[in-house]
């Protein structure tokens, strides 16, 4: 059985950093691009960005890029995103997806098919 689970998420001023983490376990971690979303009260589920299966390439949202990364760790199953500079509308649910295959490019990780989510974790930023 295949999970991912996020870890990191939690509340900070507008500025600060806070660094997520998923992990995951039940399958070959590296035959899938990874990916984060976000989800906000009252609003759809949005893109942040998405790392290729051996982080050779990552791909950003305009409304994050410059201020989040995304890597990962093959050899510890886990995805980070590393979030800088936060403001309070990065307040959200955040997500963790994965999208099987090494032909996955980050670009279009946003309209692919997932094949696993997360649970989410919280990320709150105080103005």
């Known amino acids: 059985q295949v999970q991912l689970v996020e870890s990191g998420g939690g509340l900070v001023q507008a500025g600060g950093s806070l660094r997520l983490s998923c992990a995951a376990s039940?399958?070959?971690?590296?035959?899938?691009?990874m990916g984060w979303f976000r989800q906000a009260p009252g609003k759809e589920r949005e893109f942040v960005g998405a790392?290729?299966?051996?982080?050779?390439?990552?791909y950003y949202a305009d409304s994050v890029k410059g201020r989040f990364t995304i890597s990962r760790d093959n050899a510890k199953n886990t995805v980070y995103l590393q979030m800088n500079s936060l403001k309070p509308e990065d307040t959200a649910v955040y997500y963790c997806?994965?999208?099987?295959?090494?032909?996955?490019?980050?670009?279009?990780?946003?309209?692919?098919?997932?094949?696993?989510w997360g649970q989410g974790t919280q990320v709150t930023v105080s103005s």
């Open positions: 039940g399958c070959t971690f590296s035959m899938y691009a």
């Open positions: 997806a994965a999208a099987y295959g090494r032909g996955r490019r980050p670009e279009n990780f946003a309209g692919a098919k997932i094949d696993y």
């Open positions: 790392i290729s299966w051996s982080g050779g390439s990552t």
